[in-house]
T-cell receptor
């Protein structure tokens, strides 16, 4: 069974731009979560989607948003990029909503210049 | 609030040595879940183990073993006869049972370097 896939793997943007990251969960998994990883803050939870509905949200500004499609694929969007948004963005999928084991994708490395 | 502490930032060992990675957690929940993940240089978090709060049995999987002690709020991870391929960052994480979804609270991670 294929794992979690994320596209693109690397991205370079400039301040003020917006970006959309994509995540395809493991086949059959209905829950998708997003995490941000930075050297200073470590791994932080962004949000979780299940059945196209956001079920849980971390402590991030409204510039960070996401959505989930009927096929469970998910996208996250960051608007008005700031230098501090440079990070590894990891997507994870799980079969059920809570508290099922989450399986992670390879991540998208975003660099904001 | 939940918190996970991995006090060891970096550990360096020589191949074939045993190494233990410490994890201490804080939670007010009576039902919770503990995890260990491995992050190799490629960046992907690889799931290693999940433990439920009501199951304090230790677990062994090949060279890996885990010691869960509720009395000390610890969930330590031991690698026996370490190998160079074990070099990675290891994260301990905690999750609670929520009706509206779940989130993983991660520790800061321990960078393990196994030298040949």
């Amino acid at each position: 069974k294929a794992g979690v896939t994320q596209t693109p793997r690397y991205l370079i943007k400039t301040r003020g731009q917006q970006v959309t990251l994509s995540c395809s969960p493991i086949s059959g998994h209905r829950s998708v979560s997003w995490y941000q990883q930075t050297p200073g803050q470590g791994l932080q939870f962004l949000f979780e989607y299940f059945s196209e509905t956001q079920r849980n949200k971390g402590n991030f500004p409204g510039r960070f948003s996401g959505r989930q499609f009927s096929n469970s694929r998910s996208e996250m969007n960051v608007s008005t990029l700031e230098l501090g948004d440079s990070a590894l963005y990891l997507c994870a999928s799980s079969l059920l909503l809570s508290p099922d084991t989450q399986y992670f994708g390879p991540g998208t490395r975003l660099t904001v210049l | 609030a939940q918190k996970v502490t991995q006090a060891q930032t970096e550990i360096s060992v020589v191949e074939k040595e045993d190494v233990t990675l410490d994890c201490v957690y804080e939670t007010r929940d009576t039902t919770y879940y503990l995890f260990w993940y491995k992050q190799p240089p490629s960046g992907e978090l690889v799931f290693l183990i999940r433990r439920n709060s009501f199951d304090e049995q230790n677990e062994i999987s090949g060279r890996y073993s885990w010691n869960f002690q509720k009395s000390t709020s610890s969930f330590n991870f031991t690698i026996t006869a370490s190998q160079v391929v074990d070099s990675a960052v290891y994260f301990c994480a905690l999750s609670r049972k929520e009706t509206s979804g779940s989130r993983l609270t991660f520790g800061e991670g321990t960078q393990l370097t196994v030298n040949p």
